[in-house]
């Protein structure tokens, strides 16, 4: 393919590849040899490169460790085993950063330069894709702040980076689930559908709690009356009843408008269930556990993928779930693999070649 | 005074003092000669150092660009006419510093790092605090989650630092304000009470679109009906009904507990106001306003101390008030001035002596 922009690379001596299992490698440890790197500078994107990957300086006023103007995009990137490489709906996460940046008074990120650049940096670090199940090259497009003053402004300068780093399953084994009513993590007019950095650091303090009470991670609740479930960590979540299936709508933009979420809200219509986006209430959860008619509840997310739920923990009830009786959770898995590792055609256009 | 703490100096070659006009200098651009640096390692707060101010390194991955551990406080050191430097209320400081790390996952910052260290640092940049009226030395102390993985969960390592930057007034006029109805700034359960770095990225792009209306700043009102006044961009927000003062209480967690608002609460029962802290609801303000017996309204936080509002955008309405006029916010000012200054004396035991 060929790009739109013409970027410089500077290639490293020697690769640390061969001092990385990758059939076992920790989420987010270890990065690949090179980074993209460009710069917001008088209203316009420059200094685009790709190079070792390094430590940066910055002054210690520098506007996003004091003012927040952070954010992140994260995607994966597979491999086939014929050995080609794709990109799964990058598109769909440029759209979502830019959002996040118009809310943060940051400046929008040309395609050429988010997806050409991605596109670019892959090529070069191809080897550094794990070929194995549930394996794949974890992509981290983020964007800061960089101007050197304290007024409380936003900034006039910015850095826009890509970072790669290989990685496995996420959560492998069935979670957890603190369905949590004090803490909030956000609200309509707030900043809930943007994938800011502050939203990140705001949610640890709560999960905390939730993991000193045996839970894994946290279901959100409305803010307003806690009563409607929002979305779990880093996950959006879905209720199945039977052959229906209830997830969070978006339109108070309190929840992310996952790039998972949405491609499972098309796998499941394809499948034959009945697919609601809607509010959903507690009562309605704890009155379709008790007759028997919840019969899943699972997380899906770009880290996570599909990630299932055993046990949601609702002030002092319990509901239980027999993951192994799953069907649609493991369905759905099987079938954004399957796409994912070129097994089935890719008629959704979801897949971006390398 | 005798520090508790050893901290090693390196000292700078030269002083970048004399390149600077300090009765003439913006809101923090300048910087000092030295900076305060302290690691959180192992769980222990180390290397701590007193060195040039300079920039730092740091990794792409760095945990505070991606998922937004980092809180910051704002002080001010003033000189009087005899040469002596006062730091105000910076115990204050500290308290809602380490509420701040609480609410981020982040460690606590012990007294003698915040404190000897801000003490230390700032004697040995004396020269650097203007002795001009409504000119401070401004103290930044913040700390940000430094470790580098992807992995969404509470850093295990720290920075802390303080940098000084002299400064003038930062709202020498009076100030147009628009009470925001459509976003908001904070919920019962979030993180407006901590001073973390997403608060004020998240505030950017509402105050720009209030300052396309041709306002300076939006006051905040409540998420849950946009009723109850919260708080002005970086200021606590005071209403003045003749002998009455009501401001914002604290209780649902939304607002910040300003270390000038504070003091002004104190100042003003000493003058003889009627002082409530509880929620105001718009109406009440309207009614009040139509009747006459608005009689000013004022915002308070250590950049700006005491600044004067001359309109209040609300709705289709426009609240003027004539701040020539104006008698209790002048009064707050001077009296502020006067114990920074150390014109009167320090009877309540908030200036700090360095």
Redesign the interface.
């Known amino acids: 393919m060929t790009a739109v922009l013409d970027i410089p690379v500077q290639r490293v001596q020697s690769s640390k590849l061969l001092q990385v299992a990758l059939e076992n490698v920790?989420?987010?440890?270890h990065?690949t040899d090179h980074?993209l790197e460009a710069d917001y500078v008088n209203g316009e994107w420059t200094n685009v490169v790709i190079r070792p990957?390094q430590?940066?300086?910055?002054?210690?006023?520098m506007a996003?460790?004091?003012?927040?103007?952070?954010i992140?995009e994260g995607i994966k990137a597979y491999k086939d085993e014929a050995g080609n490489a794709y990109i799964f709906r990058p598109d769909e996460n440029l759209k979502r950063f830019n959002l996040s940046a118009?809310?943060?008074?940051m400046p929008e990120v040309p395609a050429e330069l988010f997806l050409d650049g991605m596109r670019q940096l892959i090529a070069l670090e191809k080897d550094w894709i794990p070929a194995l199940p549930d394996h794949s090259l974890?992509i981290?497009p983020?964007m800061?702040?960089t101007d050197a003053?304290?007024?409380?402004?936003?900034s006039d300068t910015y850095k826009f980076?890509i970072?790669l780093?290989p990685t496995g399953p996420y959560f492998s084994v069935p979670m957890k689930i603190w369905v949590e009513e004090?803490?909030?993590?956000a609200?309509?007019?707030?900043?809930g559908f943007s994938k800011?950095?502050?939203?990140?650091?705001?949610?640890?303090?709560p999960t905390?709690l939730a993991r000193e009470k045996g839970y894994d991670q946290v279901l959100w609740t409305d803010?307003?009356e806690h009563r409607f479930v929002q979305e779990v960590?880093?996950m959006n979540v879905f209720f199945v009843f039977g052959q229906k299936v209830v997830t969070p709508s978006l339109e108070e933009g309190t929840i992310l408008d996952g790039i998972t979420r949405k491609s499972v809200l098309v796998l499941l219509d394809e499948m034959g269930y009945q697919v609601e986006e809607r509010p959903l209430a507690m009562d309605e959860v704890m009155e379709a556990y008790a007759k028997g008619e919840l019969t899943e509840v699972f997380g899906a997310g770009t880290?996570a993928t599909i990630s299932m739920i055993e046990l949601l923990g609702y002030k002092e009830e319990k509901l239980h779930f027999d993951t192994q009786k799953f069907v649609t959770a493991p369905a759905l898995k099987k079938a954004l693999n399957d796409i994912r590792q070129s097994k089935v055609a890719d008629t959704h256009g979801w897949m971006v070649k390398i």
């Open positions: 920790p989420f987010g440890k990065f980074m990957y430590p940066l300086n910055f002054d210690p006023s996003a460790l004091h003012y927040g103007q952070a992140f118009a809310r943060m008074m974890y981290r983020f800061f702040a003053i304290l007024g409380v402004k936003a980076m970072i780093s004090h803490f909030t993590r609200v309509a007019g707030g900043v800011n950095a502050g939203n990140y650091g705001a949610s640890m303090y905390q803010a307003r960590g880093m880290a």
